[in-house]
Structures are given as structure tokens and as C-alpha cells.
């Protein structure tokens, strides 16, 4: 089982591999993806963040993320009204609730077997 620090470390290992910087604030928000099943907005990134004491301005979180994802390093997914981000290394597919908007990482290896 693969598990948010293993995450996290790999993330860490891509990032360094290529150049990229780590500052505190970049360290903070791979830390919060790589531990969160559910793939967040960056309002939420933000918000989450500066409940756990993290200083940080949403900008700042708006321009890692989007650092992160033109390098392909996060997943970014577009529910329809904002875009969403989440990171997880092995192959997965995703569960988009049409009631709640949650969108969560789900495993099928059976569907992996036939591709």
C-alpha cells in the first residue's frame, strides 16, 4: 500500500530531478495533496493551509499550482466550474460525485488487466 509520505517523497524526488525549487510554501501544498484523498480547489488549498498555520498568500498557492501542473508534476482536473488538483503517482481513475462535486481517486485494477 502506498502511502502520503511515499507520495510525498516521490513527488520530492520528481521536482528535484527536474530543477525545480522547493520553497516552504510549494513543500506545504505537495504535502497537503499528496495526504488528501480528494482533489481540491486551489480555494480550498489555500484555506486548508492557513487553518494548519501555514503562511501563505492565495496567490502564491494559485502560482505553484500552476507551476506544478504546466511540468505535468499534479493532476488537474476541470469539474465544469473550477479546476481541480490532486497528485498520486501510480495509474488510477477517478469517482466525480454529481451530488457533493467531491472528486476522489479510485483504483480498478481489473480495468488496468484489459487495457
Do not use: K
Not at 492557513?50 to 506544478?68: D, F, H, P
Not at 508534476?73 to 498520486?88: M, Q
Request: aromatic share 6%; net charge negative; hydrophobic share 35%.
Amino acid at each position: 500500500m502506498i502511502t502520503a509520505q511515499d507520495n510525498f517523497q516521490a513527488i520530492l524526488d520528481r521536482c528535484r530531478a527536474l530543477g525545480l525549487r522547493l520553497s516552504p510554501q510549494r513543500l506545504a501544498i505537495l504535502e497537503l495533496l499528496c495526504r488528501c484523498e480528494d482533489h481540491l480547489s486551489a480555494s480550498a488549498i489555500y484555506h486548508q493551509l492557513t487553518q494548519e498555520g501555514q503562511r501563505i498568500g492565495y496567490s502564491s498557492v494559485y502560482q505553484n499550482l500552476e507551476a506544478l501542473a504546466s511540468r505535468a508534476l499534479i493532476e488537474v482536473i476541470d469539474d465544469g466550474h473550477s479546476h481541480r488538483y490532486g497528485w498520486r503517482p501510480d495509474p488510477h481513475h477517478h469517482f466525480h460525485c454529481s451530488r457533493c462535486g467531491a472528486i476522489q481517486d479510485v483504483d480498478l485494477p481489473e480495468l488496468q488487466l484489459l487495457q
